[in-house]
């Protein structure tokens, strides 16, 4: 059996959730999930609809070419159709910091996230023995002021040659260039250890402590131009008080980072997102 | 125009989105939210869809008569069809405590809440002079161990009288009698003050105390024959240590409990509660 | 039997808790609670000690002189001393919204706040109705561009004249002039309908929904001369989803505003906060 | 220099806490954090207490004794006295779920842990190779029906020659006897998946999705012979929906298990827990 996710947005319009029912159960498909939103203030339409189709022949690609041709133009839908086959393969960027990698890897040898770790690409040599045990590939690559470009250009080769669908940066220490953005567009994503927008920018936990908040926050959100700007995909908060040091945010912090980042990589690769207006949609 | 939520369980089966919306496209009626579940362990589908009509001529009741015909008795369907148009009726049960009460009556004066409030019933007069003040009906009628039945007439008279959709306990310190549960089944909401299935019965606060939870919490359900045991509507919690007392854990309390009821009245009338098995599904 | 809450704080020091607490018990108090803290960055001492004195005569003047003469002026401290026998006096200020207002009324009605409500003061008229029904004096000052100076004067008055010990904004829609902030320095509460410092100024719900967060809050804090800037007293968080429309988030928000600006009067009126370099410390 | 930690209870009597902060200044030592609490039910006094000594001929073994005869004999007390200078001896009993143990050792890893690790004991072998890759070792000791008696020895042996201060339960999955638990009092951390004392005993997210319950929690508490009825020591939740199967709940639950136990692993060896009456006292 085959099975597949479409995701869909294009201006609110009469009929849209009929003509698609319509056109899938004509494939003979069987809709197994659908659930959608419209945004009131810009008349935005979105879906997502999960289907499967029990015919011997079936086959993606020719689907997508009827539903391209016979639905999203007559709409003038964007859209995405996965097989549900495929696993999404991700590139993990960190730098020293372990508590983010140790919770995906975990997560990852119990099989607990639908995705494959082709490698692991960090500008220091410090987490490669956590990856040598969970044999991962681990490339380092250093980055300095005088070799950004090359170091970059070194990624971008990786990411090609293993074929990465999406970039997850574990508490990555750098900034990412915006040739790198381009070609991932909301398929990078960071986890930014404050309750953005509050606190953008470095060492946000000192920012916390000064201001005395009594919530702390973690944020993991896709990478765009702007720093710690882009579409929010998840966020957590933990409670504390006076009697924490700036030492205590960073150590309670870095449970919610861990969290709160892999709710945003589940998200992702159970292809939840959709993302608009630099805000997302999250279908349950 | 005409607006209408549509609220549908059966067994699931292939092929019933699209015939569902076949059927309302059909009826040029647009979808405007449509959201669905299915039960994988019992195999049960259950959706809620909203559509609008803008022909004049537009009938619910013969809307329903069609979708009866056509659709519910195909499928086998489980089925309620509401008009936006109307407002549920609510009867407010009270006894002495009064935040859940100025809590409610706050809301419905600010416009907060759908629903209309005919009258309030107490077993006590403690509470009649805020009820004076909203310009709501005060109907007091006490209960004993010897009027019980007479006492429940009384109600139940009133409930018709007035036709009431729906019944709130706003911490009613007494046991609804069986009759009154079969004449409104899923439409008597109660507030318990603990985190169900926990501490169910009296005292709760105490038996928290006395465990040494961390957390307490309230719980918003449909009243069921069982004590505290039918459908949670909605759950609420909040952190405790044990520096706080019994009075304070009350106290705590009073604003879990008033949150989460005022929750459930809302998923109440915004229709978007289906009970099966004794849980519910609510839709978003 | 007399009681007192004492509240320090000064440079940290060798031996001042054991002084403190000997300085108690020469005085035949006992001791019921004792809680500090120190600022390890700041290298500042906190403490607040709660002490029950049985003797007949003791009078809390009496005790305070000798306080400052033999303990205060050797480690330098700032401290105050409460007597647990008087109630602190609260204005109230609002302006259309409601909820607040019904909240704290509420509680107060109920015996849960611990102070007293000589009148309440408004820019407008419309919530004159609701605080008839509290039986509390309601005064309608309206401030517009012209007769700013004029209305604070009017409010000044009425402070002095009800020997007001601290301000509540519950959702007062005006700034607090300079004048009123240095007459009632870390003495007047606000409620900001954010999570500071996110989203400060005007319409943070508006700026919440168009940054697409997933969690909204609110905090209370003490008003100082820069907007929303002050000590932060208490904050509270929702999740909330794109499924939220900003009125939504307003509905949501209110809930949030009022049981956390209502934990700031109880922590104030308790005697449990203390302020320091625009941060606060809260005793458990 | 020397630190200890000194922690006490018994019947609540006046002017307890002078005495005991004048018994410290008089030895020279400076007290740095003080806390207390009254349980006002039993009457009975807890307090915690950290003192710096910086005499060069410090010896805790010495201040203990001195302790005992002077101070703890007069108010018949109950007292710890620990060092600062000792790390806590933790032995982690696992069987097959990995991710607490994987969370625990990460932290461990990272320097987060106020503890020793020295052996992990598991009743089956697949954990083997993830704390080989952490360099801890590790000994299969299986249990059946036949040889519990055996196991247990062998057990308790390696404690014994390890000197283990506390034991932890992360996700082991056998009931712990009698003797270990006597041997062991309230030094026996467990991880319970449920909000106790709601679903005690087996499954307990299976009986979580039966109920239909809103929110899910994970509890920590110290074994005692009643089954999941120890005193509790932290507990977390997070909401769940009708949209999660039972496989979800345990996913979901897994972040919070992870979470709770390294609470209550820290608060342990931090010495901020005491016992009395199957509660806790958490000092901040």
Chains 1, 2, 3, 4 share one sequence.
Request: hydrophobic share 40%.
């Amino acid at each position: 059996m085959n099975k597949i996710t479409i995701l869909i947005h294009c201006k609110d319009q009469r009929n849209i959730i009929a003509s698609i029912t319509n056109f899938i159960s004509k494939k003979e498909g069987n809709i197994v999930y659908i659930d959608q939103h419209v945004d009131r203030e810009q008349n935005i339409f979105f879906m997502r609809l999960e289907s499967e189709f029990i015919t011997s022949d079936f086959s993606t690609e020719a689907f997508k070419e009827a539903f391209e041709i016979h639905l999203a133009n007559k709409f003038n839908m964007k859209w995405r159709i996965h097989s549900s086959a495929v696993k999404p393969k991700m590139a993990l960027f960190v730098s020293k910091y372990d508590h983010c990698l140790y919770d995906l890897l975990g997560r990852y040898n119990s099989g607990e996230l639908f995705l494959e770790i082709p490698f692991i690409i960090s500008n220091h040599n410090d987490l490669k023995s956590i990856t040598d045990n969970f044999n991962i590939p681990f490339y380092h690559i250093p980055v300095t002021k005088d070799n950004k470009e090359e170091a970059e250009n070194k990624q971008l080769e990786l990411l090609e040659e293993y074929q990465i669908d999406f970039i997850v940066l574990a508490r990555y220490m750098q900034i990412i260039s915006e040739k790198l953005i381009e070609k991932y567009p909301n398929k990078i994503i960071n986890i930014h250890h404050s309750f953005l927008p509050a606190f953008v920018g470095a060492k946000p936990y000192h920012s916390a402590y000064k201001r005395g908040v009594k919530i702390i926050g973690a944020t993991s959100h896709y990478v765009t131009e702007e720093l710690d700007a882009g579409p929010i995909i998840d966020q957590g908060v933990a409670r504390v008080s006076h009697t924490h040091s700036i030492e205590d945010l960073i150590a309670k912090g870095r449970d919610l980072e861990k969290i709160v980042l892999a709710n945003a990589v589940k998200l992702h690769t159970n292809r939840k997102v959709m993302v608009y207006n630099n805000k997302t949609v999250i279908f349950s």
